[in-house]
């Protein structure tokens, strides 16, 4: 498996053309019109401690990446490529995924417009998202993946139109584009139908709605910045983004769901504070009997952060879900016991020190639930030794008192990685 | 906290060369302006090279544009990062706001991501150089008590004490100022040893439309003895930036029009 890794990254190494040196040369270098191709070859380690029970292995990561990237533009268009080939021991298979591929252009002097495969992101959430409903991908989140791959792509057209009352930033993925969510195949997670952790063999498959035009996502985004202060509106119609409904055959689906939401950021006693709030619609269970569908769900985000002293800031957040309609649900409920809280509360902090001129950052993120009583400490290390070489490791530790709450699921699969990078 | 930008910078005119000022604060409001105000708004492209203690170099490539709403008041800054790699596409918005906290936002491309940034100590690493965030955008003249301690031919040399000492790392600065651009040309940081730890030094300047502009400089730590080296080119002043420039627009879609280097260096 190590030789693959290894014919893969000898592969990839005729890109990693030496750097630029042109500290003594030309400037005009950066305003030729060649394509100027850049990206990184990544490999990546990361295990259990122990073997978990359910998937077998103590594996968690263990591939080699190669990052290519150009773009191209003139005065009225710009196209841009981000592509990844990877070799993927966990699941040994070989991947080729683009994350960016797009034509973007302004037809009108207020409008921006960018057409295909991209990754987008809105929101004032730190590692939370309650409006910002575009795919995630949570297994390599978990797995110590880079945080950039936490946004996984998604086919979309979006219109950004500017003017002096309000902007509004429209986003159409015509084919429902779901996170990344728990299969068995890396991590082991709790069945709510078996009554305790599985890793399924082979791995769960979600039912995904048909890609019929009326099954798109539609997500909207009004905002604009008052003095200092950033306001926000949030609409979205498609689907629970994680596979939360049973259909009557019992498979796992993404029930229709509708967002409306609001947020607002200001810099505030020397940091930074925001609010957001989100009013979930399960469309499909609207009365909260249906116990194989979501209730409606109202969620809240507070946060702020700020530097503690120098080089050293701190982040706080409370977050809230609130299920609407709990005694109907429990009323229905097929397993009352494992129902959510009506209430789950949410706190996480951020740690971040940096270091060695910005060099070296170690960062400490948390989540923890006095409801779920549950946890998830992500402690990490990134040095930056050159333009060239990183390296990062870190810790994804995962624990709680029950099995089927939101970390406490994933406490077989705590790991620890390491990473190593290096970009041309 | 105030943002960023050294040196797209400045320009003083009408006033009589040949007589020398006498008012330290008077010469730091004309250094001031002269480092940080040149024109109304204008655009330079940027270089440095970080050699640190044990003389491993790193390279931070980057356009800046900058627009003043007010002579010696607030200003917009947008940076757009070329180089290296790891960094290309990401983009640095601020509302320096003088007396007041700035907003400042990231735009980080691999995650879509526009992050706003609290407010922070200015006197940290601008992208793991040896400048400051303050060194680049200006430190408030409100900040310190100025002494003029000698008049040379060529130099006001002044002394800075810092009105609020717990905020810097410093005791004491010395500016020696061009006395006929008031581009500050060296400065010398102090510290509670009485020793001099930290120096900045331009290196070369240019007239650019007018205005004396500071097109090479370095910072060094002398304590390390490592250093950076800055250099900006392509400067141009005065082009109609309009202030939509500086909006959250320009991070997801930076304004190609501004940012392309203008026909003739």
Do not use: C
């Amino acid at each position: 498996m190590t030789v693959r890794l290894l014919i893969l990254l000898l592969f990839v190494s005729p890109f990693a053309v030496a750097q630029d040196d042109d500290w003594n040369d030309d400037w005009a270098d950066d305003e030729n019109t060649d394509l100027q191709w850049t990206g990184f070859i990544e490999g990546a380690l990361g295990s259990r401690w122990d073997t978990d029970p359910q998937t077998g292995s103590k594996g968690t990561l263990r591939e080699g990446r190669a990052r290519l990237e150009t773009d191209w533009e003139n005065d009225s268009l710009a196209i841009g490529f981000k592509g990844d080939a990877l070799y993927d021991d966990i699941i040994e298979a070989f991947d080729l995924e683009i994350r960016d591929l797009t034509l973007a252009f302004s037809p009108g002097k207020n409008l921006d417009v960018k057409l295909g495969r991209q990754v987008l992101t809105w929101g004032t959430g730190d590692l939370l998202f309650l409006n910002d409903l575009f795919a995630k991908d949570w297994i390599g989140f978990f797995a110590g993946r880079d945080t950039e791959y936490l946004k996984a792509p998604s086919n979309s057209a979006r219109f950004n139109l500017y003017t002096n009352l309000v902007n509004i930033d429209f986003v159409w993925t015509p084919v429902f584009e779901p996170d990344e969510y728990l299969t068995g195949e890396r991590f082991s997670f709790f069945s709510p139908l078996a009554g305790a952790k599985v890793a399924p063999d082979p791995p769960l498959s979600a039912d995904e709605p048909s890609s019929n035009v009326s099954n798109g996502e539609f997500a909207l985004r009004l905002f604009r910045t008052f003095n200092g202060t950033e306001y926000a509106l949030y609409g979205y119609r498609g689907f629970f983004k994680q596979p939360l409904g049973f259909n009557a055959q019992l498979i796992p689906y993404f029930p229709a769901m509708t967002a409306l939401g609001a947020s607002l950021r200001r810099s505030q006693w020397s940091g930074l504070v925001n609010a957001e709030v989100s009013y979930y619609f399960s469309r499909d269970d609207s009365s909260g009997t249906d116990p194989l569908i979501p209730n409606d769900q109202f969620r809240l985000l507070l946060g702020f952060e700020r530097e503690a002293v120098t080089n050293f800031n701190i982040g706080v957040q409370y977050y809230l879900e609130w299920t609407q309609r709990h005694d109907e649900l429990l009323e229905h409920s097929l397993a009352p016991e494992f129902e959510p809280e009506e209430y789950r509360h949410l706190f996480t902090a951020r740690l971040t020190y940096r270091a060695m001129m910005d060099k070296l950052i170690g960062s400490l993120f948390v989540f923890y639930s006095p409801s779920d009583k549950d946890y998830y400490l992500r402690p990490k290390l990134t040095y930056r030794y050159s333009d060239q070489w990183t390296a990062e490791a870190g810790v994804s530790l995962f624990a709680g008192d029950d099995e089927h709450t939101f970390f406490g699921q994933l406490d077989d699969n705590s790991n620890t990685y390491v990473r190593v990078r290096y970009h041309f | 906290m105030k943002p960023l930008l050294i040196a797209l910078g400045l320009a003083v005119s009408g006033l009589a060369h040949g007589q020398a000022l006498t008012d330290a604060d008077e010469i730091v409001v004309q250094a001031n302006l002269a480092a940080y105000y040149a024109g109304e708004d204008g655009r330079s492209e940027a270089r440095m090279m970080i050699i640190d203690a044990q003389g491993r170099e790193q390279r931070r490539q980057f356009t800046v544009l900058r627009r003043s709403l007010e002579a010696g008041g607030d200003q917009q800054f947008l940076v757009s990062f070329s180089r290296p790699s790891d960094v290309r596409g990401t983009v640095y918005l601020v509302n320096k706001k003088v007396g007041r906290d700035d907003d400042r936002w990231l735009y980080l491309p691999g995650l879509d991501l526009v992050k706003r940034i609290s407010a922070g100590d200015e006197r940290t690493s601008f992208v793991g150089a040896h400048y400051f965030y303050e060194d680049v955008s200006g430190r408030g003249p409100d900040e310190d008590a100025h002494e003029l301690v000698e008049t040379t031919d060529q130099y006001y040399v002044l002394k800075h004490v810092p009105k609020n000492p717990a905020a810097v790392e410093f005791v004491s600065y010395v500016t020696w100022i061009d006395r006929k651009t008031f581009l500050p040309i060296r400065i010398e940081y102090t510290n509670a040893g009485g020793k001099v730890y930290r120096r900045v030094e331009v290196l070369e300047t240019k007239e650019i439309d007018g205005h004396p502009t500071v097109v090479s400089s370095r910072t060094s730590d002398l304590s390390s003895g490592g250093h950076t080296d800055m250099q900006f080119r392509y400067i141009a002043y005065d082009l109609g930036m309009p202030t939509e420039v500086f909006t959250e627009r320009s991070l997801r879609n930076p304004p190609r029009q501004w940012l392309k280097r203008p026909a003739a260096d």
